[in-house]
């Protein structure tokens, strides 16, 4: 069956540090990969996507993600944390699941923050 | 264009009582999702318009609750005879297509039911 997992519930960084998120997929093909944050109470928010192409894919806030064929994963990175990212991040993949295009979801991954 | 809006965003009821969401996507996004997300896990997908048409429900989604996209804009997801269990945060997603793979999310709707 088609899952995305997030390893990781809950990641505790301090601030200035780097950061990596982890995302594995179970897909027949490559999918459109997604990962979305979440602050307390809010809707989603886009940090960045991945079609196609280059595999190192720009995001906003400073974030940016590496597609791995071979390891069906698409990992979040950021070189030196703020306190403002403590969030909840999902990965998602975008596909084609019994005719419709939709999106299945990781579980989150909850980001704290250390002065 | 705001975003995606959903309406309310707090809403708490009673067992058993009818509770209606709003969600206003953004303007001319043909494709429009309501997912349903609850404490410690992802969005769960609930159901699926292409313009108006209903075209997918999960079996998540069960005979209470029901969905509509009149006239292809807005979009109303109704609960009947709610149950503690349909406590959870409702969130509806809009894109265009062609033009989007990724899903533009509104605020959320978090409904608690005591």
Known sequence: AQSVTQPDIHITVSEGASLELRCNYSYGATPYLFWYVQSPGQGLQLLLKYFSGDTLVQGIKGFEAEFKRSQSSFNLRKPSVHWSDAAEYFCAVGAQYSGTYKYIFGTGTRLKVLA | ?114
């Open chain 2, 1 to 114: 264009d705001t975003g995606v809006s959903q309406n309310p965003r707090h809403k708490i009821t009673k067992r058993g009582q009818n509770v209606t969401f709003r969600c206003d996507p953004i303007s001319e996004h043909n494709r429009l999702y309501w997912y349903r997300q609850t404490l410690g896990q992802g969005p769960e997908f609930l159901t699926y318009f292409q313009n108006e048409a209903q075209l997918e429900k999960s079996r998540l989604l069960s005979d209470r609750f029901s969905a509509e996209r009149p006239k292809g804009s807005f979009s109303t997801l109704e609960i009947q005879r709610t149950e503690q269990g349909d406590s959870a945060m409702y969130l509806c997603a809009s894109r265009q297509d062609p033009g989007n793979t990724e899903a533009f999310f509104g605020q959320g709707t978090r409904l608690t039911v005591v």
